[in-house]
């Protein structure tokens, strides 16, 4: 049975100091605060990085060969996390009216 909750336990990335998190799973969660509070950090650096390094642990070995390699992140835990996959947006056209906001 897939669990509920997607557990960090002893998060201590860059400016994350041994933090305990619970997050729902098959929900929308928004990390809100202020700048410098460790919000990308906790979702880049750490959810993020540790769920690609288990999707490409998945891989076989020729694959792995053609991909960077990501440093695990440090934590006591991480229980709950799916294989990550980000999709990069670029654009083609030099045109500035042709950009998305975000």
């Known amino acids: 049975m897939e ?3 997607l557990r960090i336990r002893g ?3 860059h400016n994350l100091k ?3 998190v619970d997050l729902p799973r098959n929900a ?3 990390f809100t605060g202020l700048s410098g509070s460790g919000k990308s950090t ?3 650096d ?3 990085a540790e769920g690609q390094r288990r999707y490409v ?5 020729y694959a792995r060969q053609f991909l960077g390699q990501m440093n695990k992140p440090d934590v006591d835990s991480l229980e709950g996390l799916s294989p990550a996959v980000s999709i990069e947006q670029k654009t083609t056209s030099k045109n500035p009216r042709s950009t998305v906001g975000t």
């Open 57 to 61: 642990e998945s891989l076989s070995t």
């Open 28 to 30: 929308m969660v928004v």
């Open 18 to 20: 041994n933090i305990d």
């Open 3 to 5: 669990p509920k909750m």
């Open 11 to 13: 998060a201590r990335m």
């Open 42 to 44: 906790l979702a880049f």
């Open 46 to 48: 750490t959810l993020y």
